[in-house]
């Protein structure tokens, strides 16, 4: 049986985004790689922060519903003119570095944070994120099944997976690993 304290409680999303969190006097930018209900996963940190307790500043990107999007108004999208919203909220860091030196702390690369006291109105805007995340991929996984050999079908494949933040350029086969390696993050708690 696994040990409870390791199992997530929330379903979690990619997020290509950026955040922005505070240390002491200065603010420091990082890169997003996923988020939930629960917290964030941050990459690219400049500075470990000092704190225990951080605020911060996410770029949240509001993605349309895509099966609902005909192949040609979705080959029209770009990532860049989707709605965005910057959420902000405290973070708790859920790392313990109590007993690692200074020069360990500039080799982590990544750090899990739980935000700490969300309002509702944070929560909801996460949850309507991983919601749309999660109909998208399914989208995405559903036309990795209908590919066949047609030409545009790929094309469409390769550009929803380009709006959800995949390399458009991967091989078919790595990339539906990837996604459905996504997806199984999204689907199990």
Same mark, same amino acid.
């Given at each position: ?48 922060? #000092?704190?225990? +307790? ?6 949240? +990107? ?23 919203? +910057? ?5 708790? +860091? ?5 007993? #690692? ?12 944070? #739980? ?5 509702? #109105? ?68």
């Amino acid at each position: 049986m696994s040990d409870p304290r390791l199992q997530r409680k929330f379903i979690r999303a990619p997020l290509k985004s950026t955040a922005l969190y505070v240390d002491g006097e200065h603010v420091f930018k990082a890169k997003v790689l996923n988020l939930s209900e629960g917290g964030v996963l941050l990459s690219e940190l400049p500075h470990f922060p #000092e704190a225990k +307790i951080l605020s911060i500043a996410v770029n949240l +990107i509001h993605y349309p519903r895509f099966s609902t999007l005909s192949h040609e108004e979705l080959k029209l999208l770009n990532v860049d003119e989707f709605q965005k919203t +910057i959420i902000k909220s405290k973070v708790k +860091i859920m790392r313990n570095v109590e007993n #690692e030196s200074n020069v360990d702390r500039v080799f982590i690369n990544l750090i899990g944070c #739980e935000f700490y006291n969300p309002s509702a #109105e944070f929560t909801s805007m996460i949850v309507s994120y991983v919601e749309s995340f999660t109909k998208n991929t399914v989208y995405l996984l559903s036309l990795f099944e209908s590919l066949g050999n047609r030409n545009e079908q790929l094309e469409v494949l390769k550009t929803v997976a380009h709006l959800l933040g995949y390399d458009r350029r991967m091989k078919v086969p790595l990339l539906r690993a990837k996604v459905l390696h996504d997806y199984q993050s999204l689907e199990s708690l």
